[in-house]
């Protein structure tokens, strides 16, 4: 299976200010996904990355807040922008190769926001 | 749309007992995958087991064995032999084929009394 990783793993951080979580696959992949996963709760899904173009964001989320790259089969960034205290959460970078095989995960980056 | 609904929030079982986590869902696709994950306290996603909507054999992985009734779209989860190492939020997750997109239950912590 795939090795993801992501980073920062974890990071404290202003409310106004941004920050950019990398997510890397040891090898390519056919979709990549970024979830947030507040205190107690389930994943929900932000958007799919799509390598070389636009990322396809789920209803709630919108790209000046959460721009998302993903410039090759094996890489992405999400940023999220203005933060504030409301952004605390988990965020996940999820990878699919297809073929029937099981989705991955990253480890994750716990974000606190002041 | 699809739905997945996990209705037991926490469950409680004796180091070495059986436990058995309930999962239902919703949806008109014939072909889809069903999976189990596992959220330790470390936040990391684990894949416990999956099912393909086209087997009628229920998947084994040690102790770990699923119920799935197509049918009654019910997909529960058991866990022989509990160890301490299973205490987690143990989710359940079904694949749209379409766009690989997963949907998430809202998750059933696992409590396992020594």
């Known amino acids: 299976s795939a090795v993801i990783s992501q980073k920062p793993s974890r990071d404290i951080c202003q409310r106004g200010t941004s920050l950019t979580i990398q997510c890397q696959v040891d090898s390519q992949v056919t979709m990549m996904f970024w979830y947030r996963q507040q205190p107690g709760q389930s994943l929900t899904l932000i958007a799919t990355?799509?390598?070389?173009?636009?990322?396809?964001?789920e209803s709630g989320f919108v790209i000046d807040k959460f721009p998302i790259s993903r410039p090759n089969l094996t890489f992405s960034t999400l940023t999220v922008s203005n933060m504030s205290p409301e952004d605390s959460s988990i965020y996940l970078c999820s990878v699919e190769k297809g073929g029937g095989r099981p989705p991955g995960f990253g480890p994750g980056t716990r974000l606190l926001v002041l | 749309a699809q739905t997945v609904t996990q209705s037991q929030p926490e469950m409680s079982v004796q180091e070495a007992e059986t436990v058995t986590l309930s999962c239902t869902y919703d949806t008109s696709e014939s072909d889809y995958y069903l999976f189990w994950y596992k959220q330790p306290p470390s936040r990391q996603m684990i894949l416990v087991i999956r099912q393909e909507a086209y087997k009628q054999q229920n998947a084994t992985e040690n102790r770990f064995s699923v119920n799935f009734q197509k049918a009654a779209k019910s997909f529960s989860l058991k866990i022989s032999d509990s160890q301490l190492g299973d205490a987690a939020m143990y989710f359940c997750a079904y694949r749209r084929e379409s766009n690989y997109q997963l949907i998430w239950g809202a998750g059933t912590k696992l409590i396992i009394k020594p």
């Open positions: 990355a799509n390598q070389g173009s636009e990322a396809t964001y």
